[in-house]
């Protein structure tokens, strides 16, 4: 039997969480339970909000589109997040929305935007942003939601990591090696024992614009302490591509999808 109920619809609702709470619905989402999903009385839903844990509310209608939800019983305690930063070039529009999505999937618990040399996406919405990552952790059963921070230059998010915390560059250039094993050896040198609350290193990961890091800003980044260029094959990715591989390898050797002896 499988450990969560996908058939259940799951809401983000940003309240406190306890038995009995009770949250009126704005109309997008009354729309959606009661018209684009045909949920009705007493029918069963999952909110969170990031904080509480997973909870049991019941839909009790308040009007013929609207309802309430009534919190019943939490389903699942809330566990501490990863600690996986996600530092990337902005992309246009719908790729951007891909990422955001991805990145939350994947468990990053900080998304930050780079402004590099050679970016060419729009001025980054974080409104935007924020509903890519609710979206995405309401359809994937996630817990908490990442912190969102505005755009920044590329050095000033650079100057900005904790110096502790294993940088992985996704480098183009980098001499082609086995990404596990560069991966293990850099987390062994950066205190790989030395580890954040889930059990897992302090990583943060940087992605380049499409054009990538020119000459100067791949000095700046390779130049950090606690950084281990990567590279991820011999075929050139692009942006969105590159940033699932690498967070997917990234958290199967040093982050939350390692296996625990």
Not at 200 to 222: D, H, K, N
Not at 231 to 251: C, E, F, H, K, M
């Amino acid at each position: 039997m499988a450990a969560y109920d996908f058939n259940a619809p799951r809401l983000f609702l940003d309240i406190p969480m306890h038995e009995g709470a009770r949250h009126s619905l704005d109309r997008a989402q009354a729309n959606y339970l009661l018209s684009v999903l045909r949920r009705g009385a007493g029918e069963l839903v999952l909110v969170f909000n990031g904080r509480d844990g997973e909870w049991r509310a019941e839909i009790e209608p308040t009007g013929r589109k609207a309802a309430d939800l009534v919190l019943r019983a939490q389903t699942r305690p809330q566990t501490l997040p990863g600690d996986l930063h996600y530092l990337f070039a902005p992309l246009k529009t719908a790729r951007l929305d891909y990422v955001a999505q991805k990145a939350v999937e994947m468990g990053a618990s900080l998304i930050q935007p780079v402004v590099t040399r050679r970016t060419q996406g729009d001025r980054i919405k974080l409104d935007k942003l924020r509903a890519n990552a609710i979206e995405a952790a309401e359809q994937c059963g996630i817990l908490s939601l990442p912190e969102i921070r505005d755009a920044a230059p590329l050095a000033d998010a650079l100057a900005g990591l904790a110096p502790d915390r294993l940088l992985v560059f996704c480098d183009e250039d980098a001499p082609l090696a086995d990404p596990v094993v560069a991966l293990t050896q850099a987390g062994a040198a950066a205190g790989g024992h030395a580890v954040s609350g889930n059990g897992a290193v302090p990583l943060a990961v940087v992605i380049g614009p499409e054009g990538g890091f020119t000459p100067e800003e791949r000095t700046l980044i390779g130049d950090r302490p606690n950084t281990v260029r990567l590279s991820l094959g011999p075929r050139i990715l692009r942006a969105d591509t590159a940033a699932v591989a690498v967070l997917a390898l990234v958290q199967a050797v040093l982050g939350d999808g390692r296996a625990r002896v």
